[in-house]
């Protein structure tokens, strides 16, 4: 049974549902899953899990993530990205680069975020968006997420639209805005922003250079295997012949090397000898227990 990743390039105006719905018919089975969507506009890095690999997914959603990104500043909208109307226009004519630079470095490292008003998150069971569709002024928390980077590398003014625009790369923890962080720009320099364009280039240790179109998929599909996949996302540890029998019926094993450190969040990812992914495997004082075994014909979650 085919289990791997697809990384995909998202194309821009495909939904990431769109994108497993095409993956389905490409690999001919429904069990198909990705891990953390990207919003119609963007492009870029997208995690699809097949069959099995779908078990993956959980650990590679809470990965860092990359961007490269255009933020306009001087213009505000109701989405804080392109695809909303404009909601207000001021003079960028004051704005100087120290002042933009000055501005990045405070979102930078670990900071609070109110997400975007029309993202996805739910308010009492219904998704913000829908409720600000509908005419509801949605207030939505603020969050901690972490900017690991946030480098400019263009500044271009448009004296002719009266805005600026910035070419930037973001690396962020799992959860953060993009388009929130546009938006803060703009705030804090008093002028407004939005962000015009968008291209995940890094998914945890996933990246573009592995990315293929949906077009090359369809001709060729390039699956990376479970084994690979796991190999690349977690701390790894290498099982005897006996160790992967024992886990293989869900029992304990030895706790593994001190330099592996394992937990439920954050399992090691445990291979037989002949190099094939076993199980997930967390520490527990002196053992280590499996979290999920994968068997050649099936998969199980153990307790």
């Known amino acids: 049974m085919l289990s791997g990743l697809v990384i995909v390039d998202k194309p821009q105006g495909w939904t990431s549902h769109d994108v497993v719905g095409r993956m389905r018919r490409l690999s001919g089975t429904r069990k198909v899953g990705h891990a953390g969507t990207l919003d119609p506009m963007a492009t870029g890095v997208l995690v699809i899990g097949i069959n099995k690999a779908t078990r993956l997914l959980t650990y590679i959603v809470g990965t860092s993530k990359t961007y490269t ?3 306009r500043l ?3 909208t109701i989405t804080d990205d392109a695809e909303g109307e404009v909601t207000s226009t001021l ?3 004051g704005v100087l680069d120290k002042a933009i630079h000055d501005g990045v470095a405070v979102l930078r490292g670990p900071i609070l975020q109110v997400p975007s008003s029309v993202s996805a998150i739910k308010v009492n069971g219904e998704r913000a968006y829908a409720r600000v569709r509908s005419g509801e002024d949605v207030k939505l928390a603020p969050r901690p997420v972490t900017i690991h980077r946030f480098d400019v590398h263009d500044i271009r003014r448009d004296a ?3 805005v600026v625009d910035l070419d930037v790369t ?8 993009i388009r929130a962080l546009a938006r803060d720009l703009g705030t804090a320099l008093g002028v407004g922003g939005h962000l015009t364009a968008l291209r995940r280039t890094r998914v945890g240790p996933y990246s573009l250079d592995q990315a293929r179109t949906l077009e090359q998929l369809a001709e060729e599909l390039t699956v990376l295997d479970i084994s690979d996949a796991a190999r690349a996302l977690m701390p790894n540890r290498e099982l005897t012949e006996e160790e992967s029998t024992e886990i293989s019926f869900g029992r304990r094993i030895a706790a ?3 330099e592996v450190q394992a937990t439920a969040e954050a399992p090691a990812a445990a291979f037989g000898p002949d190099g094939n992914l076993v199980a997930l495997l967390a520490d527990s004082g002196n053992s280590a227990k499996p979290v999920l075994v994968f068997a050649p014909d099936n998969e199980r979650r153990t307790s």
């Open 256 to 258: 593994g090397p001190t």
């Open 91 to 93: 003079s960028v004519g």
């Open 74 to 76: 001087g213009q505000s």
């Open 160 to 162: 002719g639209l009266d």
């Open 170 to 177: 973001v690396e962020c923890s799992s959860g953060t805005y």
């Open 69 to 71: 990104a255009t933020i």
